[in-house]
């Protein structure tokens, strides 16, 4: 596609219930990354992945979250037993790979999760 | 905890004028800076990097970098309104060449016509 697709845009889910987000990086991406945004806050790192692998998870935030990128491409952001506190805009970002000298993140349009 | 700050603003500006954004950051591994504008309700873009000391400029964005003084601003001339957004600072975390970044909370710029 011609950007990072997420789904679902909006997520509106009870306390206590798993959630899970999908992303789509743009193709040729290796570099897939999850971001967490809350209101009035910049964007939080929550974990990257290079290829299939997660080579950093040090942001995520407890247990209760997980992540997946089986074939390389899509990946899904699984968050189960949700809090009201997990309320926020998770963002997905991929780029052409490492090197942080360029850095240049495409972000998605975001999937805003709300716990009641 | 590694921190990148920012006066969240507003800033509000003529049109026209020059708009001077800041921020500071803790971490001294950080080698790559970055502005990413976001406007409301949509995702964060790429407008500005920079990781050597002194100025850097790509048409009406100047990005100034001093690693002695941990410090990272944006120049914006002949402001538009269209340039009203909010804008993020961002960091690159010591020791990683992957962008694993540390945003600040952003600085909230209206340009009025």
């Known amino acids: 596609g011609a950007g990072v697709s997420q789904t679902p845009s909006n997520k509106v889910t009870e306390k206590g219930k798993y959630v899970e987000l999908r992303c789509d990086p743009i193709?040729?991406?290796?570099?897939l990354y999850w971001y967490r945004q809350s209101l009035g806050q910049g964007p939080e790192f929550l974990i990257y992945f290079q290829g299939t692998g997660a080579a950093d998870d040090s942001g995520l935030p407890n247990d209760r979250f997980f992540a997946v990128r089986p074939e390389g491409s899509v990946s899904t952001l699984k968050i189960q037993r949700t809090e009201r506190g997990d309320s926020a805009v998770y963002l997905c970002a991929s780029s052409l790979g490492g090197g942080a000298r360029t850095g240049e993140l495409f972000f998605g349009e975001g999937s805003r999760l709300t716990v009641l | 905890q590694k921190e990148v700050e920012q006066n969240s603003g507003p800033l509000s500006v003529p049109e026209g004028a020059i708009a001077s954004l800041n921020c500071t950051y803790s971490d001294r591994g950080s080698q790559s800076f970055f502005w990413y504008r976001q406007y409301s309700g949509k995702s964060p873009e790429l407008i500005m990097f920079?990781?050597?000391?002194g100025d850097k400029e790509d048409g009406r964005f100047t990005a100034q970098l001093n690693k002695a003084s941990q410090y990272v601003s944006l120049l914006i001339r002949d402001s538009q309104p269209s340039d009203s957004a909010t804008y993020l600072c961002a960091a690159n975390a010591g020791g990683t060449s992957y962008g694993k970044l540390t945003f600040g909370q952003g600085t909230i710029l209206t340009v009025h016509p």
């Open positions: 193709s040729g991406h290796t570099a």
């Open positions: 920079i990781y050597s000391n």
